[in-house]
């Protein structure tokens, strides 16, 4: 790496030999190997973590088999010649089965400590001070992974460590020093993680520390543990175990995040740890953390646990019965890391199948897996494989055979469980792809998506609204039918008037506004009618007069036959313009115009709308869903209803009412419901009734809305800012789950609901 020419003088050094400056990187500059690191990172992008991993200038391959090997070493000498980069030859090694890398030595079992670093530890001379204790745990804490009770292994030395600790060297300090040297010459091997599976972790508290154990497969990825603090000593021991949660999850947090894992604990009140309601600001701080991750927390008694607890208070030495073994089967006993397990225990297992072996165990009888099978050993289907038991795989995904039962599991548990979020068909295809594979794949997912009621209840359509437009016919003559509308709300008149009746005729387009009472019945409507529909009021006559694109003339004209008489238009009709067959004629051609206008326009009309409009039909019996909303104005702080259902049902189809609604037969609770209903406001169910989840939970209103009202408060705390704290409460709403409970302002839930407080 070449160094700008500007910035060269910024490197110079004087020697006796003169003055020197650099013109390349050397390590030995301010962020050198930051840089070098970061440029070897970008050569390699590719392939890092894949089959390589740079650390500075160290370059470690890896390749599951000779073939992939030669293959991935090719493309790193080549990488390496493209970027000007060179290798000293006698400093490379080729083609090994254990590499010593970091201080770790890797091999196809997994990772051990290095022997040398080993070595290094074991010739330990017993500290003298601080500073010398303070480097032996530096070397001896770099593998603390491969050592279980480090930490309380540890405790006499670093004990004395603190401040204003005199030091005493005593016999517990050497025999947590010989203990360390022992354990480190004695590490197990530690297998690599996968991250394509699951995680166990085994949690213990106690008031010496926290400890936890990683597994895969049975097998230990890594130890952990740490010394409690001066603090944490006071706690209870709920929040003592909880701790130890919380410190495998952030020490692991590299692998548990996105991966899904089991946590094993000896406390049992742990289980309901996510539905507890009453939880201190400590818990609450805790569970925010412990959401992040797809975990369950299972319930591991002490007795049962034979997996090495990082902090066990138990000796192997001690049998169930209380009785003492002779020390030397003890000293093989802990060398080999067994244990003793009494019968009941074993009582306690159960053995399950896994998805996989259920998967293999159908393929054995399924007739299309065989017929797979022998196009593949005759070469016909050259990307499908066996593995050694036997199971067909296509480009490493798993052959599912043709077994509802086992299709069905797979699709459940990645759409309906609580570890999936209700994915639509193309997401959940593109997931379950890199897994599986069998016919008709993505057809099932979409069948399987679109009959999900959560979906449909919750989930907004994406199509086009359904219904296409069905115009009005149009009428033959003026004012032989009519639309009419109310505008309702308006300040009161001195008369006491408070509303409009608007009536048009449907041919002419002439409108007329009566002014009415917002309690007016039917009688006096029609009394009003007769009484001012010949009338024609300034703001009628300002409207009737003007142009009306869809007529292609005003609505007086298209009426009267005539433009009226304005102080534009001031030529006063005759006599013989008002009298005779010729005005009659007029009439009738102006009244064909207008109609001939009208059915351009509506044609103009239906042709926009339904380019945003799809055909929908239904027939007698069909199972439909039913739209509803609910009543705006809910204040939330962070959602405003996202989460409520949608539709409702799913409900029968009685019989059709016209072209494009539909009558419903409706429960008794919804009564007080018209029961017919527009084409768009209705979803089609795939699902038989009997499946479906009654929601009669939901307060529909006799307009299909339904009002969202808090049931109480769950828990107080405050938000700062720079200045104030704001009280808050978390509130949870009619038709939701605790899960979907939102914090609200206190000052506002008091002003809105001052019942949810009661006599405060």
């Known amino acids: ?58 370059i470690l391959i890896f390749s599951k088999t000779r073939e992939e090997h030669e293959q991935h070493l090719r493309i790193v000498l080549e990488k ?36 040398e670093k080993v070595e290094a530890v074991s010739n330990w001379k017993t500290p003298r001070n601080a500073t010398e204790i303070r480097s032996f745990l530096g070397l001896a804490g770099y593998y603390r992974r491969f050592m279980e009770n480090f930490s309380k292994i540890a405790k006499p030395m670093t004990g004395l460590l603190k401040n204003n600790t005199p030091y005493e060297w005593d016999d517990k300090c050497e025999v947590s020093f010989q203990l360390l040297k022992e354990k480190l010459t004695t590490a197990p091997v530690l297998t690599l993680p996968d991250l394509h599976k699951d995680f166990v972790v085994y949690c213990d508290a106690s008031r010496q520390g926290l400890g936890c154990v990683l597994m895969q497969d049975n097998k230990v990825v890594s130890y952990a543990s740490r010394q409690l603090r001066a603090h944490e000593e006071n706690y209870p021991t709920h929040d003592l175990e909880l701790a130890a949660v919380v410190h495998a999850l952030k020490i692991w947090r590299h692998y548990l995040m996105g991966n899904k894992c089991k946590i094993y604990t000896d406390h049992k009140s742990l289980k309901y740890i996510f539905t507890q309601t ?7 701080r805790w569970l925010e953390l412990i959401k992040d991750y797809e975990l369950e927390i299972h319930y591991h008694p002490g007795k049962a646990n034979v997996v090495a607890d990082a902090l066990s208070r138990k000796s192997y030495c001690n049998l169930l019965t209380g009785e003492k073994l002779p020390a030397e089967l003890c000293a093989e006993m802990e060398q080999l890391r ?3 397990v009494s019968t009941e225990q074993l009582n306690e297992l159960r053995v399950h199948c896994n998805l996989e072996d259920q998967i293999r165990q159908a393929q054995k009888t399924c007739p299309s897996i065989a017929e797979l099978k022998v196009g593949m050993e005759e070469g016909l289907l050259p990307d499908f494989r066996k593995d050694q038991l ?24 990645a759409h309906c469980t609580k570890y999936s979020i209700h994915p639509g068909s193309t997401k959940m295809y593109q997931d379950l792809k890199k897994l599986f594979w069998w016919r008709r794949m993505k057809r099932d997912i979409a069948e399987f998506v679109a009959r999900c009621d959560v979906c449909n209840r919750v989930k907004a359509e994406k199509q086009r609204p359904a219904g296409l437009l069905k115009p009005l016919e149009i009428p033959m003559w003026k004012w032989e039918k009519i639309t009419m509308d109310f ?4 300040p009161r008149s001195p008369k006491g008037n408070d509303s409009i009746w608007v009536i048009v005729d449907r041919l002419t387009k ?75 004629m007029e009439a009738a051609e102006n009244v064909a115009k207008v109609r001939e206008n009208l059915r351009i326009a509506q044609s103009r009309q239906k042709s926009y709308a339904d380019k945003r409009r799809r055909e929908l039909a239904f027939d007698e019996g069909e199972y439909v869903y039913l739209k509803v909303s609910p009543l705006r104005g809910t204040k939330r702080f962070r959602t405003r209803g996202k989460l409520a259902p949608r539709y409702i049902g799913p409900f029968r189809i009685k019989q059709k009412v016209g072209d494009l609604a539909y009558e419903l037969e409706l429960p008794e609770h919804l009564s007080g419901v018209h029961p017919v209903f527009h084409v768009s406001q209705l979803r089609k169910c795939l699902r038989l009734p009997e499946e479906q989840i009654s929601l009669e939970a939901v307060d529909l209103q006799d307009n299909l809305e339904y009002l969202e009202y808090p049931v109480q408060i769950l828990e107080r705390a405050e938000k700062g800012t720079r200045r104030t704290r704001i009280p808050v409460c978390k509130v949870l709403w009619s038709n939701h789950s605790e899960r979907e409970a939102t914090w609200e302002k206190e000052s506002e839930l008091r002003e809105m609901y001052p019942h949810l407080f009661g006599n405060e």
């Open 510 to 584: 002439s409108a007329h506004f009566i002014p009415v009472k917002a309690n007016y019945n039917a009688s006096r409507l029609a009394e009003l009618y007769i009484q001012n529909i010949l009338s024609l009021p300034f703001a009628e006559f300002s409207y009737n007069n003007s142009y009306q694109a869809s007529i292609g003339m005003s609505p007086f004209q298209a009426l009267y036959g005539r433009q009226c008489r304005t102080p534009l238009m001031w030529e006063e009709a005759g006599e013989r313009q008002f009298f005779g067959p010729a005005m009659f």
């Open 1 to 58: 790496m070449r160094i700008r020419e500007s910035d060269i003088p910024k490197t110079a050094f004087v020697t006796r030999y003169g003055h020197h400056e650099f013109t390349v990187v050397s390590f030995g500059l301010t962020n050198a190997p930051a840089y070098f690191m970061n440029m070897m990172n970008m050569i390699f992008m590719k392939e890092l973590d894949q089959c390589v991993v740079v650390f500075i200038d160290d």
């Open 278 to 284: 009453e939880l201190n600001m400590r818990q609450r």
């Open 80 to 115: 390496l010649r493209e970027n000007q980069l060179y290798g000293k030859f006698s400093k490379c090694e080729f083609w090994l089965e254990k590499v010593a890398f970091l201080g770790h030595v890797l091999t196809a079992e997994g990772v051990s400590v290095d022997p």
């Open 338 to 340: 067994l244990d003793f």
């Open 487 to 490: 505008i309702v709300g308006l």
């Open 390 to 413: 036997g199971t067909l795989w296509l480009k490493g995904r798993l052959c599912v055979p043709l077994n509802k039962d086992i299709r069905d599991s797979i699709l459940t548990e």
